[in-house]
């Protein structure tokens, strides 16, 4: 049994149990650790070293390369010169979309040749996630952004993206392994 953690939710005693009857793969150190933390009901199994292991996240670096040209994107969003800050990833709580709003406008007081790139979509169309969408939007009008924020949606074409982006900001309030900086 091989199971993927990719996040620090730390397990009750039947997941735990069932889990240690193999070996954990975590995708990063702190995810490791996590898991390794000895817990009140360890007399059950108790994790053991060699049976939680980091195997990091791979990437396809080939696809970096020889990246199509990034005018086809600047036309597609009508970017005629300005700089680009953006945001990758699913919109959710937290990757806090909400606070690189807040950065935009407070950014876009001081510099008017500048766009602003929200890249992804909701992980799914659960209620909790599309209200978190809605907000974001609401608060993209709210700051009188609506006219410099692009929100792109899903995209497959993050190496083009990444190449017109001139600053890429992170603002998840945690990352098990933060692809897009990778």
Known sequence: LIFHLRTSRLYDTLERFILLQGKVVCVSESIRKQFLIKQRYDFLARPSDDKVVTIYDGRDLRKFINVDDPDRIKREFNLNGEKIIGIIGAIA???????????????????SDIKFLIVGDTYSNH????????????????????????????????????????????????????????
Do not use: W
């Not at 979309?97 to 950014?107: G, S, Y």
């Open 127 to 182: 209620l909790k996630q599309i209200l978190y969408k809605h907000e974001i939007f609401r608060l993209c009008e709210e700051l009188g952004l609506k006219n410099d924020v692009i929100f792109t949606g899903y995209r497959d074409d993050i190496p083009l993206l990444l190449k017109l982006i001139d600053i890429l900001v992170v603002t998840s309030k945690r990352e098990a392994l933060g692809g897009v900086i990778i």
């Open 93 to 111: 709580k937290i990757k806090r979309q909400d606070l690189f709003l807040l950065i935009a406008n407070e950014v876009k007081r001081h510099n």
